[in-house]
Structure formats: structure tokens, C-alpha cells
């Protein structure tokens, strides 16, 4: 099992940033994916940034060149920095954690952005 904790959403202005935490917990294998899905409100979740635990990355081609993703494989978070958020970034974000095995979720964030 593996549980995960995120933190940092929250309410912002058009062009401003965030930065979302998700700290992972349990039984982390050493090959695995961590990142990050959003889901706005009558829209199907969606992918927003992955890193393996190697470092390759892969961004949803909204995102691209504005939200960067970072991890610590020692202390099993990844970070999602978010800068010139638009208000079409609104929406619940969730942590997943993918391996091998198994994959699990948090239980998401919210992120308004107001224009």
C-alpha cells in the first residue's frame, strides 16, 4: 500500500503561480512513476506531468514551458510548479503514484485560478 499526501493548491489570480506537493508513503519500490492529473469539473481527468524515478518526464502539451515537475527519490515527494496559470488550469489536481504493480492516487487538490 502506499498513501499520498498533497498539499499547496489553492486560490490565485491569472498569471500567478503555485507549487503542489505530494509526499508518498508505504511501500515504494524503487522503479516507479510519480506525478500529476487534473480534472475539471465536467471534463475527464487528464494527464498533467509525470517523472519517473530515472528523471524522464513527460507534460501535457497545455502545460508545456509553464508548469515544470520535480522529485526527491530519497523523500518520495514530487513537486509541480505552476506559473502563469490561466483560468482554463482550474481544477481538482491529484498525485499519482504508478509501479509495477500498482498505481494510487491522493485525494486531490483544488486549484482556482480567477481571471
Known sequence: QVQLVESGGGLVQ???SLRLSCAASGTIF?????????QAPRKQRELVATMTNGGSTVYADSVKGRFTISRDNAKNTVHLQMNSLKPEDTAVYYCKY???WSDY?????????SS
Open 105 to 113: 492516487w491522493g485525494q486531490g487538490t483544488q486549484v482556482t485560478v
Open 30 to 38: 524503487s522503479i516507479n512513476a510519480m506525478g500529476w492529473y487534473r
Open 14 to 16: 491569472a498569471g500567478g
Open 98 to 100: 504508478a509501479d509495477a
